[in-house]
């Protein structure tokens, strides 16, 4: 057992790890697991069957598995995950899945959650994704590792954002993102490669002249977006990157894609 503030209010059924800290009138309901190490700052609202991994810190007054904003809800034992390693910052909101959906809602290892940003019902969120201040995702949307969200961004339900994305502040997003672009605007349009995430990721020149090729390739030229993908495919077969963002596109379907600015 950890370290817990005799004000805290944790339910006997709970499962508390080694080294965890629980800070003055938090809550911790019967079904959560908290693994080793996890700090609960103050006021915070641990509810439904929540696991948070190791090493995670959740800031004063967030509230995580709590119940979905969707009206077919109706009390089922769906589930919260949080990775290892997590930052959670004031007032952010985590909600667990729906049976109509996957059932859970997960959260990669390493992610910032920062203040007052929400993960809706259903939500899958890569490692190491940053939400900043106020960034919400509605129900069922899929975030990509390494994806940035500045502040106020707001994404649509069912959307897809792509790994190493960054998505510019103030942006609505109603359409999926390519991996590796960024995207701004209030219906965000695409401004281009991240190429300064790739850069601070250690992405080399080669790999990333090839992407930018690709993004041009897919976007121009003649035939459909299926067949301009399918050239893309043919001349980058062995390029990793490229052919994650080809995946994409095809997994995508018919779904609307986030296309460049005119």
Do not use: W
């Not at 203040?115 to 106020?134: P, Q």
């Not at 390739?217 to 980058?236: D, L, M, N, P, S």
């Amino acid at each position: 057992m950890g370290d817990i503030h005799q004000s805290a209010v944790v339910d006997d059924g709970a499962r508390i790890g080694a080294g965890v800290r629980i800070g003055p009138y938090a809550i911790v309901e019967r079904d959560v697991v908290l693994e080793d190490n996890v700090i609960v700052g103050s006021h915070v609202v641990l509810s439904g069957h929540t696991t948070v991994g190791a090493g995670t810190t959740i800031h004063p007054f967030a509230a995580i598995g709590g119940q979905p904003q969707d009206t077919s809800y109706k009390g089922e034992p769906t589930t919260v995950v949080i990775g290892p390693n997590c930052i959670i910052r004031e007032h952010a909101t985590v909600h667990r899945g729906t049976v109509r959906g996957r059932g859970e809602t997960r959260v990669g290892a390493s992610c910032f959650l920062m203040i007052g940003s929400h993960v809706a019902h259903d939500c899958l969120v890569g490692d190491r994704v940053v939400l900043v201040n106020n960034a919400t995702l509605g129900g069922h949307v899929e975030i990509g590792e390494h994806a940035i969200l500045s502040g106020l961004v707001a994404v649509q339900q069912h959307c897809r954002i792509g790994a190493h994305a960054f998505i510019g502040g103030l942006s609505g997003v109603n359409a999926d993102v390519l991996p590796f672009a960024s995207a701004i605007g209030e219906r965000a349009e695409l401004g281009g490669l991240n190429v300064v995430g790739l850069k601070r990721r250690g992405f080399d020149r080669p790999t990333i002249h090839a992407l930018r090729a690709a993004y041009q390739a897919i976007f121009t030229g003649g035939g459909t977006r299926a067949e301009r993908v399918e050239r893309v495919a043919e001349k980058y077969p062995d390029v990793a990157p490229v052919m994650m963002m080809v995946e994409f596109i095809r997994k995508s379907g018919d779904r609307p894609l986030c296309s460049p600015r005119a």
